[in-house]
């Protein structure tokens, strides 16, 4: 299944990766907390096997100390080749959609490191998190893929080797 990306989506997700990697996670954290029911149907609906997948990936990371979980969300992000990073970028991006909702899903329930309580957005972050809402839902699943989607270490097309990790 194809999807398209706006010119809407395709700036705010340039917004959402102008913000330092921490912003990028609390503003995702923040998202999935506000919008996670109506994301999160969408996301395993579409595959079948998905929800195993994600899943599989979720208990990896669970297992991992709280400092390795931040630096796991951290290296998805920054696309640092790791075995977990690689994994994930194998995934589809409806997967990787349900992998990050059980990341917060992680956050609230304590298996995964938490956001601190004090947490506050920046205003770069608070004002695209303004923009997301406004978004229709089709829209936000869209956004959602194109953030997700580049994320990770596609092992596929992927040249550079990490000389911290080997891979």
């Known amino acids: 299944m194809a999807y398209t990306t706006s010119n809407a989506s395709s700036e705010?997700?340039?917004?959402?990766?102008?913000?330092?990697?921490?912003?990028?996670?609390?503003?995702?954290?923040?998202?999935?907390?506000?919008?996670?029911?109506?994301?999160?149907?969408?996301?395993?609906?579409?595959s079948t096997v998905s929800p195993t997948i994600a899943e599989g990936l979720f208990n990896q990371v669970k297992e991992l100390s709280q400092e390795e979980q931040l630096q796991l969300q951290r290296d998805l992000i920054t696309n640092k080749?790791?075995?977990?990073?690689?994994?994930?970028?194998a995934l589809s991006d409806t997967t990787k959609l349900l992998f990050w909702y059980l990341l917060?899903?992680?956050?609230?329930?304590?298996?995964?490191?938490?956001?601190?309580?004090?947490?506050?957005?920046?205003?770069?972050?608070?004002?695209?998190?303004?923009?997301?809402?406004?978004?229709?839902?089709?829209q936000q699943i869209t956004l959602f893929r194109n953030i997700v989607s580049p994320m990770g270490v596609d092992s596929t097309t992927s040249a550079v080797q990490d000389s911290s990790t080997g891979l």
């Open 12 to 46: 705010l997700v340039t917004a959402f990766q102008s913000l330092d990697v921490d912003q990028q996670l609390a503003l995702f954290y923040f998202i999935y907390k506000e919008m996670g029911n109506s994301v999160t149907p969408a996301a395993p609906g579409a």
């Open 81 to 89: 080749n790791t075995l977990i990073t690689r994994e994930y970028g």
């Open 104 to 138: 917060a899903q992680g956050m609230d329930n304590g298996t995964v490191i938490p956001m601190p309580a004090d947490y506050k957005l920046s205003g770069a972050a608070e004002q695209l998190f303004t923009q997301i809402r406004g978004l229709e839902f089709d």
